[in-house]
């Protein structure tokens, strides 16, 4: 069965733990309706990497970029294994601009991605990419929550 309600599906991730559940709900949703995956992860340089800084700036990146290339690739094994095609998107800058802008520059139709769910001053320190992505995306987004609550 598929659908022409999604054809194209962003799943964003930055490798942790807690987008394991979205990469699960996203590769379900495009099996169910015959949508293309892209894997998609930002190599942050918009803050991580200060341009001031430069002893071992190339290396920290390359890590970076490495991490991103693993993250990507694991998705596609899994999107793969359930019959789902995925593309892999590696991109650099600010995670939430970076995000919107291949979503709306691509015809996505859902952009699916995971959080923390933090609240207070943690959420007030670190931020939220997804809530940034959630009020700037003319897309669809489905964020889905990891399983434990902060």
Request: aromatic share 4%; with cysteine.
């Amino acid at each position: 069965m598929t659908s022409d309600l999604y054809r194209n599906i962003v799943i964003a991730t930055d490798g942790s733990a807690n987008t394991r559940r979205a990469i699960s709900y996203g590769i379900e949703i495009a099996k169910l309706s015959g949508a293309t995956v892209h894997a998609l992860h930002v190599v942050n340089t918009s803050s991580t990497i200060s341009e001031n800084w430069t002893a071992g700036k190339e290396t920290i990146y390359k890590i970076m970029r490495c991490d991103g290339e693993k993250v990507v690739s694991k998705i596609k094994q899994i999107g793969e294994d359930s019959g789902v095609e995925v593309r892999e998107v590696l991109l650099d800058g600010c995670p939430s601009d970076e995000i919107i802008n291949f979503a709306e520059n691509n015809n996505v139709d859902l952009i699916v991605m995971g959080t923390l769910g933090k609240t207070g001053l943690e959420k007030f320190l670190m931020g939220s990419v997804a809530e940034k992505v959630v009020r700037g995306s003319k897309v669809p987004v489905m964020v889905v929550r990891t399983g434990k609550q902060s």
